[in-house]
């Protein structure tokens, strides 16, 4: 199927910056979309940011002006710059992908979201 690394996480003080990476392999025909999602303790997981193929965006009103999201379609991969960070950046960061992939033979194809490991981010004050 498809698989979702992510990297790029860690501890940085408050106004800090940081940038995830999320790179996705297998047997991909097509990645409709991307995102990130993330989970703060207690918390439910929440969009962060997410970019469709065209090139489209949209973010959280809590990150806008503070985050970007981009897209390599030639690695499969997008990334999620953080700047400006703030304490209530600190969570669980999970890479999201809408793909459509080989399902079996003869080329046959089927639709599904893949979720990366996670990767944590914490912010300081």
């Known amino acids: 199927q498809v698989q979702l690394v992510e990297s790029g996480g860690g501890s940085v003080q408050a106004g800090g910056s940081l940038r995830l990476s999320c790179a996705a392999s297998?047997?991909?025909?097509?990645?409709?979309?991307m995102g990130w999602y993330r989970q703060a303790p207690g918390k439910q997981r929440e969009l962060v940011a997410r970019?469709?193929?065209?090139?489209?965006?949209n973010y959280a009103d809590s990150v806008k002006g503070r985050f970007t999201i981009s897209r390599d379609n030639a690695k499969n991969t997008v990334y999620l710059q953080l700047n400006s960070l703030k304490p209530e950046d600190t969570a669980v960061y999970y890479c999201?992908?809408?793909?459509?992939?080989?399902?079996?033979?003869?080329?046959?194809?089927?639709?599904?979201?893949?979720w990366g490991q996670g990767t944590q981010v914490t912010v300081s004050s």
């Open positions: 297998g047997r991909i025909f097509m990645i409709n979309a």
């Open positions: 999201n992908a809408d793909t459509t992939y080989y399902s079996g033979s003869y080329g046959s194809r089927s639709r599904a979201e893949f």
């Open positions: 970019i469709i193929d065209g090139g489209r965006t």
